[in-house]
């Protein structure tokens, strides 16, 4: 609805990388009733999924929620023109400021500062602190297929997992 409500509206599909994100929410314990947000957290409405969903890992089903909230956007981004919108990996944004002055440019604005955002990048702000949960490196490779099974968009983003 936002196109047509705003025609002039332009999105930026922002995507982390999938192992980063399963780490992040297993750090802040997802899916596992012990977290705060679990009750508004989407689940399955699929019935057949629904009944798969209790068996899986928090891995599997935090890679599933990353997953279907990136289909959910392909699917917005199938009803719009393609040069309205900006695919941004997360992973370049906080480490690559042409990344930011691409965005910039995607939005017509002129005030960019390269000197700010290489000063932003160098000290980040949103920093997980908390939560222990090994790097994707140090996963075994049981866990890394489960993930891999949960998230078929990986490869269309260039991720290897």
Do not use: C
């Amino acid at each position: 609805i936002i196109p047509k409500v705003f025609p002039n509206s332009v999105f930026i599909h922002l995507v982390r990388h999938p192992a980063d994100f399963v780490r992040s929410g297993m750090r802040r314990n997802w899916y596992s009733g012990k977290h705060d947000h679990d009750i508004g957290r989407i689940v399955p409405a699929d019935p057949v999924i629904q009944q798969k969903w209790e068996a899986w890992t928090s891995i599997e089903k935090i890679g599933w929620l990353w997953n279907e909230t990136n289909q959910f956007i392909e699917n917005l981004k199938a009803g719009i023109f393609p040069e309205e919108i900006l695919f941004v990996k997360a992973e370049e944004l906080f480490t690559n400021p042409e990344i930011t002055k691409g965005i910039y440019e995607f939005l017509h604005l002129t005030d960019f500062n390269m000197r700010a955002v290489q000063k932003k990048i160098q000290k980040p702000l949103n920093v997980q602190r908390k939560g222990s949960f090994p790097s994707y490196a140090d996963w075994t490779e049981g866990d890394r297929k489960k993930l891999r099974g949960m998230t078929p968009l990986a490869s269309k983003y260039g991720y290897q997992l």
